[in-house]
């Protein structure tokens, strides 16, 4: 089964560090493109930050300088290590997987369950 699990969600003081982990699971050639999205109650979900299979990144405006983005290919792992943390950061983040190979073909897109990032001031 193809999955994408997330982890490391949790309650932090405004201004401390968490890091998230989000393992694709299954039998899985290559994934073009993961990365990270999160999704505030009443707003839209938005991007964080993703990376590609080459190592090339792309991150919001807002997290630039605070979060990194980095992966294991091996492990089909994205994580995305998150500084000096600021309330407006509270959200669900969600993992997401883009043009994932399995041996059956091609899948679009993946997301996981998402994992809640709390942040107090």
């Known amino acids: 089964q193809v999955q994408l699990v997330e982890s490391g969600g949790g309650l932090v003081q405004a201004g401390g560090f968490l890091r998230l982990s989000c393992a694709a699971s299954?039998?899985?050639?290559?994934?073009?493109?993961m990365g990270w999205y999160r999704q505030a109650p009443g707003k839209q979900r938005e991007l964080v930050a993703t990376?590609?299979?080459?190592?090339?990144?792309n991150y919001a405006d807002s997290v630039k300088g605070r979060f990194t983005i980095s992966k294991d290919n091996a492990k089909n792992t994205v994580y995305l290590q998150m500084n000096s943390l600021k309330p407006e950061d509270t959200s669900v983040y969600y993992c997401?997987?883009?043009?994932?190979?399995?041996?059956?073909?091609?899948?679009?897109?993946?997301w996981g369950q998402g994992t809640l990032v709390t942040v107090s001031s």
């Open positions: 990376i590609s299979s080459g190592g090339s990144t």
């Open positions: 997401n997987a883009d043009r994932v190979k399995i041996p059956v073909g091609t899948l679009r897109e993946l």
């Open positions: 299954g039998n899985i050639f290559s994934i073009a493109v």
